[in-house]
């Protein structure tokens, strides 16, 4: 197994994860906040999709999913095309109410964008500096991981959730 197989492989998983953790639910359910003030599952879901298509986008040079595939508009957040929810208040969390379909369908656009991108890779371009402002320089191999481990991170809570939400 190839570097290119490997990620592709451990972005997949994420996929899995997101499609067993919102499929089924209802929209009031997915935007249900844990003692009304913890992270919904549709916002987690989001986040991590919106993490992932501007990073990724970002690393290989391509436009995001949001705004080429038009997901901005069919998400209808009321939220600048550019933002990933970092830094999100508990208001903004809340205004993520979104359907088991609209997560999944951004979440498949950008992993199909990712697949395409992380096809074309090599070892050699993991030592590619893709972020200047800190120091070290984050190479190209350190943004995917970093990527993978929020991911992973957000889709295992996300599935906490539905969990404790009883779905």
């Known amino acids: 197994m190839n570097t290119s197989a490997v990620l592709i492989d451990a972005f997949s998983r994420i996929q899995e994860v997101v499609h067993e953790t919102v499929e089924g639910l209802q929209d009031d ?3 249900t906040r844990p003692n009304d003030a913890g992270n ?4 987690l879901v989001w986040h ?3 993490i992932q298509d501007d990073h990724l986008a970002d690393a290989g040079g391509y436009e995001q999913a949001i705004t080429a595939d038009g997901w901005h508009e069919r998400l209808g957040l009321p939220f600048d095309p550019s933002d990933t929810g970092y830094g999100h208040t508990p208001e903004d969390v809340a205004a993520v109410k979104l359907s088991a379909s609209q997560l ?18 090599t070892d050699d371009e993991l030592e590619r500096v893709v ?3 800190w120091n070290p320089p984050v190479t ?3 943004r995917l991981n970093s990527v993978l481990s929020d991911d992973l991170q957000h889709a295992g809570q996300a599935a906490y959730v539905r ?3 009883g779905g």
Not at 40 to 43: G, K
Not at 104 to 121: C, I, N, P
């Open 48 to 50: 991590l999709t919106r």
């Open 104 to 121: 999944t369908g951004y979440y498949d656009a950008v992993h199909a964008r990712s697949v395409q991108y992380l096809e074309t890779l």
């Open 40 to 43: 919904s599952i549709a916002w």
């Open 140 to 142: 190209l191999g350190v």
């Open 131 to 133: 972020d200047k402002r």
């Open 163 to 165: 969990g404790l939400l």
């Open 29 to 31: 359910v997915l935007s």
